[in-house]
Every structure is written in structure tokens, then in C-alpha cells.
């Protein structure tokens, strides 16, 4: 098939203009659906809305996976200084054992190595940390520092989050590349829980005081059903081959998810309409299968993509090639970044060809944080969007794991641009010839033994 691509793109980039409902999908998503814990009656809604919008637009065999993970829940935690009045603000970390202790407050710093040695014996304390970095050290994860406080004894741990008046957010206490398999859900190494930042500067004072902290969690783990939502654009010459394009549509409890992740599924479905409607009132069509997937349980260590990837390629036929969209309020699309760097030449040819600067770059590390982990870890080539990291992140973007991230975090007309770059980079490699792939050098053992030597690192994404 010759293609025009200088005719292509203006149809493309017309089209992600003229008819975008990104308004539409991100009111939906934040506003009437709401917060899409995974299982949740809401998750299922999302991944129904999605199906039906893929439906619509008239993707091939558009459908909901489900598929059964380890989830938990909460009751509002509590925690106040013994002999105060004052009501101390926290969040358990995902997946908290449930926990009702008194204990005294030490204050451990930012939980490195010299700064508990110096502490003495802390065992049975509730420890207090900086979540975020020591200024000038080499960046520990705050994973590890858990870790290490839970191995020198601690009770639980108090952590305070990095961001002021009085926000505070979920976050993991454990390495996601210490499990075993991809979305294994693993065990806390201590009690540990997130307050504000303004509660802990005064949970500090208290431990300068020799005072003593109680600490009460009412949590639950079970295994329920949840939902991913999958719709194919054929491609034409090469059917037996297909590229993965996929956002999560799931968020933590109580966020209604505009940055994290309605960012990602509406730009997802809107890449899907342009490009069907392109195959349908244009008869251009992709070279290869595009599959366009929205994944639950991002949030629950990526349960929903890695039962995709089990469910899918564990036989073999893997993608080309896996795309992941996630928290596009943060910034401009900038280019790509892969996972591996084996595709770097390919992808910076199609990246040229569009004219728009983007630049294509290469992760340090195996990145364990969004759902591309769970390619990563089959081997399975994938990349990320360049977007925020290092330069030009919207300073008003800090929204993710928290009830503010609500719909209007999201820019409409910055996610217009996503879609038309990404719809014009998907087409374009979606009809370079198999035999102008590099060939893959990736090995599952291969991977696997990186991602053991990584664990515990901090990568530059962070």
C-alpha cells in the first residue's frame, strides 16, 4: 500500500480536533462514574463504557476480560498521641494488614542507614520518615527504607507525605520487583500507613517529647473479579501480527482519577475512533492489528495487564510492540521511551518522519511502576510516552493517588495533541515490514535476572 502521509496526517490530525469527546469521556469516567477502585461496581462500569465506545466507533470484537485478583479495603484509619486530643490524618498504604498498637514515636529522618544506626534500639517503636528523598544522598527507595526499618524492629511506620496542606496520597510500602510473578501481591514487611506532612512535623515534636502514638487499621484482603476491556483495528497485511496500545481505567479508593488515569483512557479511546474512522471513510487501515486495551488493577500491582499477558501470550505470538498511556494531564507529549533499546533506531525514524521533534529515549532501568512492567517481565518490548520527566511537567500537575486529582487536572486541548502525535505514530509503525524489526534479544531469564540485580534501586523516572 502507498501511503501519503503528509494527506494522512492532516486527516488524522483534523479528526482528533474537530471530533473529540475528550471533554465527554473524562466528565464520565471522573464525574458519573467516579472513583474505580479495582473490583469495584464502578471499575466494571468503566471497563461497560469503554467496550460500548469501542463498539461504536466500530472496532473489531470489542470486549470485557475478566479475571480474579487479590484485592483489600479499609475502614477509616486512626491514630492520635496518647493523652492528646488531637486526631492525627492517615491513609494506610496499599494493602495494610490490619494493625491496633500504642507504641512510642521515634523519628527516624528519612530512614536511611546512618540515620537508624544512630537511633539505638527502636524495636516496638511506630516509626516517623520523610517519604521523599535525603537532599544529596544517594535515593534510597522509600520501599526499602521500610524494609530496613522493619528489620531493626519497628511496631509500624508513620510516613509523611512530600506534599503540603494537608494532602497526602496511597503508596506502596513494597518493591513490585521483589515478587515472584507479575501482579503478585506482596506482604507488608511492616505496618505502615501515610500521614500529612503538617502531622508529621508535629508527630516529630511528640517524639522529641518521649510521647507515644496509637495506631488503628481495620483492613481486609480477599480475591474478587475484575474487569479489562479489549477492541481490535485489523491491520491488512500482516494480520497474524498486532501492536498493544493501553491505558488503565482503574484508580486508588476515594479519587475520582483525572490525571490517573482518565488522562490515559480517553486519550486511548480517542486514538481508537480516529483511526477507525480513518479505516472506515478513508480506507486506510493499519499495516498490522491495533489492539486497543484498558487494564484494571494498575493500582494493585498490575493484576489486570499482567492476567492479560498471562492469558494471552503465555503460548507465544506477543506483540510487536506495547505502548503505555498513563497521567497525560502532566505534560506535553515530548516523544517515547522504551523499556529496552533494541527498537530506538526504528522508532526515532517514525518519530522523524512526523516532523513534530519528538524524540525517542531509552529507560535505565526495567521501570516497575505502570502496567508496562508486566510486558516487561515476558519480554516483551514496550514503551512509555515521554511526557513530564526531566523538563516541562505543568507545575499545577501534582495530582495522582488523591480525592483532588478530580477532571479538571485534565487539559482537553493538550490531550487533542496526544491523540493526533499518537494515532500518526501508531499507523506509521503499524506498516514497517516484519523484516525491518530488529530482531528481539530479550529473554524472559534474561529480564528476570535485571530485575533482581535492580530491586531496591531508585531509576531516573522517579
Known amino acids: 500500500m502507498n501511503l501519503n502521509w503528509q ?4 486527516q488524522i490530525v483534523g479528526e482528533a480536533w474537530v471530533g473529540s469527546n475528550i471533554e465527554t469521556h473524562v466528565h464520565e469516567l471522573c464525574t458519573n462514574i467516579g472513583p474505580r477502585w479495582a473490583t469495584s461496581a464502578a471499575d466494571k462500569l468503566a471497563a461497560e463504557y469503554v467496550t460500548n465506545q469501542m463498539n461504536g466507533y466500530g472496532l473489531h470484537n470489542p470486549h470485557i476480560e475478566d479475571f480474579d485478583m487479590e484485592t483489600w479495603e479499609h475502614d477509616p484509619a486512626q491514630a492520635w498521641v496518647t493523652n492528646d486530643q488531637r486526631p492525627i490524618t ?36 511506630i516509626a516517623v520518615m520523610k517519604i521523599d528523598f535525603e537532599p544529596f544522598s544517594n535515593p534510597i527507595a522509600h520501599s526499602a527504607r521500610i524494609r530496613s526499618l522493619a528489620d531493626a524492629g519497628v511496631a509500624a511506620v508513620v510516613a509523611t507525605d512530600r506534599k503540603s496542606g494537608g494532602r497526602m496520597e496511597y503508596w506502596h510500602s513494597t518493591d513490585k520487583r521483589l515478587a515472584s510473578r507479575a501482579g503478585e501481591v506482596q506482604p507488608h514487611p511492616v505496618p505502615s500507613v501515610t500521614t500529612t506532612r503538617e502531622d508529621g512535623t508535629y508527630l516529630r515534636e511528640c517524639a522529641s517529647l518521649g510521647k507515644s502514638l496509637t495506631l488503628k487499621v481495620a483492613s481486609k484482603a480477599y480475591t474478587a473479579k475484575a474487569y479489562n476491556s479489549i477492541g481490535d483495528i485489523p491491520g491488512v497485511n500482516w494480520q497474524d501480527e498486532h501492536i498493544v496500545v493501553g491505558a488503565h481505567h482503574d484508580t486508588v479508593p476515594g479519587s475520582p482519577g483525572g490525571n490517573d488515569n482518565a488522562s490515559g483512557t480517553a486519550v486511548l479511546m480517542e486514538t481508537a475512533r480516529v483511526l477507525a474512522t480513518l479505516s472506515r471513510d478513508f480506507n ?17 500491582n498490575h493484576q489486570g495487564s499482567a492476567a492479560y499477558v498471562r492469558q494471552h501470550y503465555e503460548l507465544g505470538n506477543p506483540p510487536r510492540f506495547v505502548i ?43 521501570d516497575p511502576s505502570s502496567d508496562c512492567f508486566s510486558f ?49 505514530l501508531l499507523l506509521r509503525i503499524s506498516h514497517v515490514p516484519p523484516t525491518d524489526w530488529p530482531q528481539n534479544p530479550l529473554t524472559i531469564e534474561n ?15 522517579m
Open 7 to 10: 494527506k494522512i496526517d492532516k
Open 90 to 125: 492517615i491513609l494506610p498504604m496499599l494493602n495494610c494488614p490490619p494493625t491496633d498498637i500504642e507504641a512510642h514515636i521515634t523519628d527516624v529522618g528519612f530512614g536511611m542507614p546512618d540515620e537508624i544506626a544512630s537511633q539505638g534500639n527502636i524495636a516496638g517503636s
Open 284 to 300: 486506510v487501515s493499519p499495516g498490522r492489528t491495533i489492539r486497543f486495551c484498558t487494564w484494571s488493577a494498575e493500582e494493585q
Open 324 to 366: 503505555n498511556l498513563d497521567e497525560l494531564a502532566t505534560g506535553p507529549m515530548k516523544g517515547l521511551v522504551l523499556q529496552f533499546p533494541h527498537l530506538r533506531p526504528l522508532m526515532q525514524n517514525a518519530l522523524d518522519t512526523m516532523r513534530d521533534g519528538l524524540q525517542c529515549h531509552v529507560l535505565d532501568h526495567v
Open 376 to 424: 516487561s517481565r515476558s519480554a516483551i518490548p514496550s514503551a512509555i510516552l515521554w511526557r513530564w520527566r526531566f523538563v516541562g511537567r505543568h507545575p499545577d500537575a501534582d495530582y495522582h493517588h488523591e480525592p483532588h486529582d478530580t477532571a479538571d487536572k485534565v487539559r482537553p486541548r493538550e490531550l487533542r495533541n496526544y491523540v493526533s502525535q499518537l494515532a500518526r
Open 447 to 461: 529480564v528476570k535476572t535485571r530485575i533482581v540485580k535492580e530491586s531496591g534501586s531508585v531509576g531516573r523516572t
